[in-house]
């Protein structure tokens, strides 16, 4: 059974940073492309980011795009997602998410099947 676990959310000031991780178990890991997407309150989800299978190629929304990294672990079955800069806009619960048949860049507008349960992310002004 796959399980998405996701860590690292919390509460930051304008201009902070983060780092969120996902722990996958129950896959072989480096069969998924990953990703990371977000809903805000009163809005739909989005996608925040994604990560090739061998962590060689990314994909960012534009509006994280020089301020967002992805990044993987294949021995660690870990996703990450350091969030740097971060805005009030930011907030918002963010989703781990996995997919075997995407690739990085069609994962943003498909979605894998596998979500982790979400860490909240809330920036003050």
């Known amino acids: 059974q796959v399980q998405l676990v996701e860590s690292g959310g919390g509460l930051v000031q304008t201009g902070g940073s983060l780092r969120l991780s996902c722990a996958a178990s129950g896959v072989i890991f480096n069969y998924y492309v990953m990703g990371w997407f977000r809903q805000a309150p009163g809005k739909e989800r989005e996608f925040v980011a994604s990560?090739?299978?061998?962590?060689?190629?990314?994909y960012y929304a534009d509006f994280v795009r020089g301020r967002f990294a992805i990044s993987r672990d294949n021995a660690k079955n870990t996703v990450y997602l350091q969030a740097n800069n971060l805005k009030p806009e930011d907030t918002a619960v963010y989703y781990c998410?996995?997919?075997?048949?995407?690739?990085?860049?069609?994962?943003?507008?498909?979605?894998?099947?596998?979500w982790g349960q979400g860490t909240q992310v809330t920036v003050s002004s």
């Open positions: 998410n996995a997919g075997a048949r995407s690739n990085f860049q069609t994962l943003a507008e498909v979605p894998g099947g596998y």
């Open positions: 990560i090739s299978r061998n962590g060689v190629e990314t």
